[in-house]
């Protein structure tokens, strides 16, 4: 089974989509809700969450998964 991926990002009305493999899950006014839910949504699948701005392009991305090749953290 493939690892459905998890995105916001803006629907074309002023308002933002979480979307879950392709598929419109919600639609919220403002970016930061759609955030919260997306969030939760990817944690609950350990998949990747990508947010895109009002314009399209990539703003963040994180992994909520299992990571087998996890960087080396250089602050502590």
Known sequence: MSKKNVM???SGD???TVKVG???QST???QSTAI???TKIAK???TDLTVR???GTIRSKD???PDSNPPKDKEH
């Open 8 to 10: 916001v990002g803006p």
């Open 36 to 38: 919260d839910k997306a």
């Open 63 to 65: 992994s909520y998964g």
């Open 28 to 30: 919220h006014q403002k």
């Open 14 to 16: 002023k308002r933002w």
């Open 22 to 24: 392709g598929e419109t």
């Open 44 to 46: 609950d699948l350990e």
């Open 53 to 55: 701005g009002r314009n």
